[in-house]
């Protein structure tokens, strides 16, 4: 695709009903009108701010109707989303808009006091804008209601490429989070294959445009996990592009009530969560109130990052038998390597997944697996795939490789290749931990341990885990005459780090950590631990 999302969206926005509801958060409703209006005021007005083609915008706030509307204005700008991980403590923010050259920070009222507390330390940020419910803010932004509002709403008229970028930070497999580059021209292409599967696509952007101005009917989707996650974003985004409404929910933390609540109200037809985490809630809530949900809206449920099981699947289909359930398995460098789906007429067992039209599996010698092969294999995605990471071109290499003669992304998955072709995942080579969506780096949460005064050395794993898909779990060896204390240990952490990487185990090692070069004898903890935790 030559044309970019700017240019999809000065193409769509005027053919939509100017009265429809483009963003719908509690009784707050945003029409596709003033989104035209306001998205354009927006990126003139950034413009007009300092801000220059290619240069980032960080985002750091929770799901609301800001967030998309601010994409779409970047897009029209030419400016480089960059999401922030909002449970992130002030350093590992800081990270983030230090090593993206974010000039532009967008963020929420309720996060003021990290942006103050870091804003002597971003010299490289020229505009801060505070999302907020009122006028009130900091004395050194501007808000984003007067941003939004100040102009007539035309179009820019300015030249866009298929080349410009969209960032997507990721947690990773390694080391501290890296900036995954996307050409828009790329996702969009994406885009054009998932739709394939479904029927014929105009092969022409001209064409796609007209088929989602007059669709009869334009979706309605609500994406219950983070949209500063790919998950999140990524479903929106689809959603924006294709002339529907998005639907955010207004507490802080994930709620299966207000979540079934706000699906019934405002007849929402699609929801994106992240596995387990979110779908064992609204089956326990379901469970407790059988019927009590109008949810004949509800087409489809899509979850990506982390396990959905199949009993938590099989029980959402006995309260809504009419629903699709689509488990894609994919990553922020790796877009929908395959995926899975599940109705009242036919199961997929769990992990278990077909590969997209652009994905291979090879051995370690780069050569294919063989379907029925007893041979494990690491998944590759050709196709549309990301330029790399954001100033790290040893990591970029690592992951984005040439194999005989075409370029790959293979961001580290395993797994075996069934005589049908699906594959059985069977996890990451590396040593990342994902809990409930969320990638955690073992390393970082055990130099958090170490500086504890009672710690003397610390490994930390990921254990099997029902709700979370992994646990963080922490093996720790004391100092001589310290006293174990895991609360104590376990508050430690959460005060360097995120809670969500705080360990919900700390046990004492018994059994030695390393081997003689120093090196961290990961499978010899993980046994242990088991053991310890009596996980077979």
Partial sequence: M?????????????????????????????TQGQTRQRSNNLARNLLAGGAKTGDKVAFYMRNRPEYMEMLAACFKARLTHVNVNYRYKPDEVHYIFDNSDATTVVYGSEFRDTIEALKSRLPKVINFVEVSDNDDKADFAVTYESLATKGAGEPLDMPRSAQDMLFIYTGGTTGMPKGVMWEQGSILEISRIVMARLGPVPD????????????????????????????????????????????????????????????????????????????????????????????????????????????????????????????????????????????????SATAKFGLSEVTKVFDENDEPVEPGSP????????????????????????????????????????????????????????????????????????????????????????????????????????????????AGLREHVRNKLAGYKTPKHIIIGTVPFRAANGKADYKGITSFARAELGIA
């Fill in 2 to 30: 030559e044309w970019n999302y700017g240019d999809m969206l000065d193409a769509l926005q005027p053919l939509l009903p100017a009265d429809e509801p483009a963003f719908i958060h509690g009784e707050r409703i945003i």
């Fill in 204 to 347: 022409s952007t001209e064409g796609l445009i007209k088929a989602f101005a007059e669709a009869p009917i334009r979706m309605r989707s609500l994406p219950a996990c983070p949209q500063m996650h790919g998950t999140g974003l990524l479903s929106s985004l689809n959603t924006m592009l294709s002339g529907g409404s998005i639907v955010t929910l207004t507490q802080a933390n994930f709620d299966p009530r207000e979540l079934w609540e706000t699906i019934a109200k405002h007849k929402v037809n699609s929801t994106a969560i992240v596995g387990d985490a979110f779908a064992k809630p609204m089956l326990a809530e379901l469970d407790a109130n059988p019927g009590k949900y109008d949810l004949s809206s509800l087409l489809t449920i899509t979850s990506s990052g982390v396990m959905w099981s199949r009993e938590v699947k099989a029980g959402l289909l006995r309260h809504i038998p009419h629903v699709t359930l689509s488990d894609n398995f994919g990553s922020s460098e790796a877009i929908i390597m395959g995926s899975s789906t599940m109705t009242k007429d036919g199961e």
């Fill in 375 to 486: 041979k494990q294999g690491i998944v590759a995605i050709g196709g549309p795939i990301p330029v790399g990471y954001y100033k790290d071109p040893e990591k970029t290499a690592k992951t984005f490789r040439t194999i005989k003669g075409k370029r790959y992304s293979i961001p580290g998955d395993w797994c075996l290749v069934e005589a049908d072709g699906t594959i059985n995942l069977l996890g990451r080579g590396s040593n990342c931990i994902n809990t409930a969506g969320e990638k955690v780096y073992p390393e970082e949460v055990e130099e958090a341990l170490k500086t504890h005064p009672a710690i003397a050395d610390a490994l930390v794993i990921g254990i099997p885990d029902e709700k979370w898909g992994q646990a963080v779990t922490g093996v720790v060896r004391l100092n001589e005459g310290a006293q174990f204390d895991e």
